[in-house]
Structures are given as structure tokens and as C-alpha cells.
């Protein structure tokens, strides 16, 4: 590649018509980045991040390429991973869905608060 065509690609910023360019410039990931080949993946719920072991272990049994999908109870998450299942399924990846109570053993109990009467000192 000529020295020009170096200078271009690093520089090269993706915008649309109606927006800025980006404040950063778009270079090639590091060699060892490339090299990176990833075992699973895994798709969890946000209330699952803290707790990495419990998953982890889970995704760590499944086969190497797999996908590891946690659904919730809400319908709505239920609908979009379902189309998401779909997608990558359709391109040739192996996925497992498992609900969150198979992952969470434990489940938040929220305390009961009983309404307080306070009284004012005027």
C-alpha cells in the first residue's frame, strides 16, 4: 500500500450527511486484538453483570463458538431475544437460551415498608 493510501485510511471519518464527523479517528485493532479468538459469548441481562461467576461457569461447559442468551420474564426482552436467537442462528451459530432463574439461584426479595405516620413538632 502507498504511503498516501496509509494516510487516508487512518484518517478516514464515517459520517452522515445531517451529522458531525466523528471527534476520533477509526485505525485497525492491534495485532493481538486480531488474533483474539473468542470461546462463547454470552448475552445477560444488566442485573446479572455483577455477578459474573454465575454465568461465567454456565458458559464456560458450552462448546467452543457457542452463545449464551439469558431471558428475563419481561415479554418484551422474551420478544427482542427471540429475534435475536433467530438472526444468529440463521448465521450459523450454535445458541443455548436459558431463564434467569436457572443462572440466579437467589432471588432479590425487596423488603416490605409499612406506611409511618410522623409526627411534626411545631
Partial sequence: MSLRKDKISLRVLYFLPIMKPLPYLLTEPPAAVKAARLDNIALV????LTSKD?????????PNGSI??????????????????AFLRKHGRQVITLPIERIRKTRHQRKTRNAETLILAM
Wanted: net charge positive; proline share 6%.
Fill in 54 to 62: 454465575s454465568y461465567q461457569n454456565v458458559a464456560n461447559t458450552l
Fill in 45 to 48: 441481562p444488566a442485573s446479572l
Fill in 68 to 85: 449464551l442468551l439469558v431471558q428475563t420474564q419481561s415479554p418484551r426482552q422474551k420478544r427482542i431475544l427471540g429475534k435475536v436467537t
